[in-house]
């Protein structure tokens, strides 16, 4: 049995696979199927400091290899998360990851702030959301916006900090830089792709909010391009994700400089997926004689 | 799943994912499809007006289909569903024998309440399915109203007469029953609660019907799903509720809501 375990901004992770946020809700869903414990960590549905709504619906579709979701934030608010959510989330013996959006770096600042002070293991700045007018991927797209929400979220977060980044960026590693030079601890990318459907009879966008996040296998290649890019130009660790469905695409997104993976849309067809994809990460690891899964990370042979 | 930890031994899970062996399947309708499948301890799970998410080799998201019957004694569900796109095209090419991998079951299902009650059903098109495992115990007590595209389009008629209850059929064209909408058949019609599952239009109409004769009335919704357990908050349903209007999930609050609750948009 090889070693799963990796530690990534000073946080254990017992293995490395970690469910995505937006995908695994506060976990009770999908407690039902496994114990949580099962994963190395959970990505919190996103927190905002007050409660949203979230989008008018259709805010899903399928696509070719892939879906369009605009969710957009539906979430009771940081205070309800920290009061109803949390505590249950800290006895499932995971990692717990506090995925955090906002309209202005105020409000990311404020939300930090309150979840500084509980048992939240890691906070994920969400700079990278698609589906909001505001609050999210204006920060993600330029060095400048990153910039900005990193550093004042880093002085006022007293936990360690991953910043997710966003595909919808010219230079997604120019991006990864200077969140790393605000004080990120660790990066996570990809979020989604903006993509859109039009139904051909109506002529209305299938998702009410037009354009939606694309999501799953049909990614994952921008995934391991982007996670290769951004490992090679930054010293901090990367968490890829984008479409990993399987162990062999956790493997290769580790291979292309992750430190560990998020399993997001793979949840929808297969629950179990994450617990498959440890489970068949750990007989590759044996198979290969690789002691520490920490050995994939990076060691892609370019060209 | 091999886990690292025990698992699973106390309570029965709420739900579950598990392969399911196709016992009987036939066509109902053209391009509707009928399988009955083999469904273990997800069958003594599953209540009347719950759903199921079916996997679909290939695709990304699995596709909820209504459970129509659950064969309590022999551990059976039954879904019949429409062919609308490529997902359930592959649904539809499976064979007896072949197997289905299931989500279920999904979702909180019909409240039938005091079945003495005069209880009228009213489902459109494909939205009849889910109908017929919660009018069973209203037996004579129950009406169904469906409504069809046509007469070659009818579904489940015989399965409703063999429960006892009684049916009354509208077409859009008349080659069947009475020419017209289906809320038409109510109208002549004494009943203490409503049970129903169509297309929005005539949800929205069955809920003004409610309304009118004073009677309570759950109405099953669909809408673009995910995840099915309530964790991706896809399906998206305008509901009115005591602190105002707010989302609720298809997947999880649903997929039967009370009429009243419901914010039915123009």
Known sequence: MADLHIKIAGVDFRNPVIAASGTFGFGHEFSEFYPLSELGGICCKGITLEKRPGNPPPRIAETPSGMLNSVGLQNPGVDHFIREDLPWLKRQGTVVIANIAGNTPEDYCRTAEKLSDTSVDMIELNISCPNVKQGGVQFGTTCKGAETVTSAVRKVCRKPLMVKLSPNASDIA???????????????????????????????????????????????????????????????????????????????????GASAVQVGTVLFSDPYAPLKIVNGLNRYLDENRIADVSELTGKVKPW | MKLSSEWGKSALKKYDVRNCTILKKTEAAEGIFDITVEAGALAGAARAGQFAQIYVPGKTLRRPLSICEIGRADRTLRFVFQVRGEGTAVLARLRKGETLNILAPLGNGFQPGDTSRRALF?????????????AKPFGPNAVLAAGFRSRSAVILEDDFNAAGCRVRIATDDGSLGHRGLVTDLANDLAFDVIFACGPKPMLRAVSLLAEKRGVPCQVSLEERMACGIGACLGCAVRLRGESGEHYGHVCKDGPVFDSRNVVWEA
């Open chain 2, 122 to 134: 009213i489902g459109g098109g494909i939205g009849v399915p889910p109908l017929l495992e919660a």
């Open chain 1, 174 to 256: 120019e991006i990864a830089a200077a969140a790393e030079s605000a004080g990120a601890d660790a990066l996570s990318l990809i979020n989604t792709l903006t993509g859109m459907r039009i139904d051909i009879h109506s002529r209305r966008p299938v998702l009410h909010n037009n354009t939606g996040g694309l999501s799953g296998p049909a990614v994952f290649p921008v995934a391991v391009r982007m996670v290769w890019q951004v490992s090679r130009r930054v010293k901090i660790p990367v968490v890829g994700m984008g479409g990993v469905s399987s162990w062999q695409d956790a493997a290769e997104l580790m291979l292309a």
